[in-house]
């Protein structure tokens, strides 16, 4: 973004950074907290720096931005009634960053429900994506005398339900691959059994 302070005006451009350092630390858990409970975690900080200049076209102003960002997700899978799974998942991203662009806080939460049926060679299962609307996206840009507030308030379609079907073909066990030998074990039996 680009603006113009006598006239008023802003105009969207892209142009390249001298510099970009990304510094991150991130941790993630995947356990089995019961035996119809699965648990996978994942949370990261990175900290975001965009050295570059900015010109109007008549002064060039250096710009240094420096976001610290915290990102996380977390999903349970349970297993319940022999026949049916479900899941409940959200993720959180405190402030992301593309270049001039820093957003607001934002996250969704999900659901799916699915149950085996036709002796668990087939599954039904319906899913909720962004169930409170969380995902829409704001943001503001500020450097040299650019001092701007990007709103979206644009209600897209965010929240949505799916069903689906899947079925298993073939067989349900298969048995073991045979243990292949390669054609250098096959040459060293060779060897042995003429010594």
Same mark, same amino acid.
């Given at each position: ?9 802003? $105009? ?10 990304? $510094? ?101 299962? $319906? ?69």
């Amino acid at each position: 973004m680009k603006q113009n302070t006598e006239k008023r005006t802003t $105009f969207q451009t892209k142009e390249n950074f001298s510099r970009l350092q990304q $510094f991150g630390l991130s941790v993630s858990l995947n356990k089995q907290l019961v035996k119809w409970w699965n648990l996978n975690v994942y949370a990261g900080v990175f900290s975001n720096q965009y050295d570059g200049m900015y010109t109007d076209g008549a002064a060039n102003t250096p710009v240094h931005i420096a976001v610290t960002n915290f990102d996380g997700n977390l999903t349970n899978s349970f297993t319940f009634a022999d026949t049916w799974t479900g899941e409940l998942s959200g993720w959180f991203n405190s402030n992301p960053s593309e270049g001039l662009l820093i957003g607001r806080p934002m996250g969704a939460v999900n659901a799916a429900l699915a149950k085996s049926v036709m002796n668990k060679k087939a599954t039904i299962k $319906f899913g909720v994506r962004d169930i409170f609307r969380t995902t829409n996206f704001s943001g503001y840009s500020r450097y040299a005398d650019v001092d701007l507030d990007i709103t979206n308030n644009r209600r897209r379609d965010n929240r949505v339900f799916n069903i689906s079907f899947t079925y298993k073909f073939g067989k349900n066990s298969i048995a073991p691959a045979r243990r292949r030998n390669s054609g250098a074990n096959e040459e060293q039996s060779r060897v042995k059994s003429g010594s």
